[in-house]
């Protein structure tokens, strides 16, 4: 075991784990932080999204030992009061179902409007691509993307 030192959402926090624990154990099991999720566990759905420096990463397969001069953003910490603009269009339009892959899926759509403030819908569908929905929500999570980006 080893003592590192990362920032989630803005606070410095130390933990104790082995260097190759994942930071998606590290968030869930060490601090508490559940929102985001595991699924496959090897980078192919993206329910365990999160940001590290604003950019969109599996959480799953990133050694939190590797993050250590990084802010993460977990959806815990993308708004205080859930108010971020693909939060809000999310609501609005009604995007989740079984809600599984909705942390994920949000963290990935605001990494990419941190990039691109306006991207067309084949930009969309390609940063979207790296994000799987067992329910098939694809169309409204695409209409709220496009939502979020005139919001913002």
């Not at 104790?16 to 192919?44: F, N």
């Not at 403030?117 to 799987?132: L, Q």
């Amino acid at each position: 075991m080893a003592k590192f030192n990362l920032k989630i959402n803005g606070q410095k926090r130390e933990v104790d784990v082995e260097e190759d624990t994942p930071l998606l154990w590290v968030l869930r099991d060490q601090l508490g932080l559940v929102g985001t999720k595991y699924s496959c566990g090897i980078a192919q759905c993206g329910a365990c999204t999160v940001h590290k420096n604003g950019e969109a990463i599996f959480s799953c397969i990133t050694p939190a030992s590797s993050l250590t001069e990084d802010d993460i953003t977990t959806i815990e910490g993308l708004s205080e009061e859930g108010d971020h603009p693909v939060q809000k269009a999310w609501q609005e339009v009604d995007v989740a179902q079984c809600g599984y892959c909705q942390a994920g899926q949000i963290m990935n759509a605001a990494a990419l409007l941190n990039k691109n403030s306006a991207p067309s819908m084949d930009e969309i569908d390609d940063a979207m691509n790296r994000n799987i929905c067992r329910c098939g929500t694809y169309h409204k999570i695409r209409e709220a993307v496009a939502m979020a980006a005139k919001l913002k």
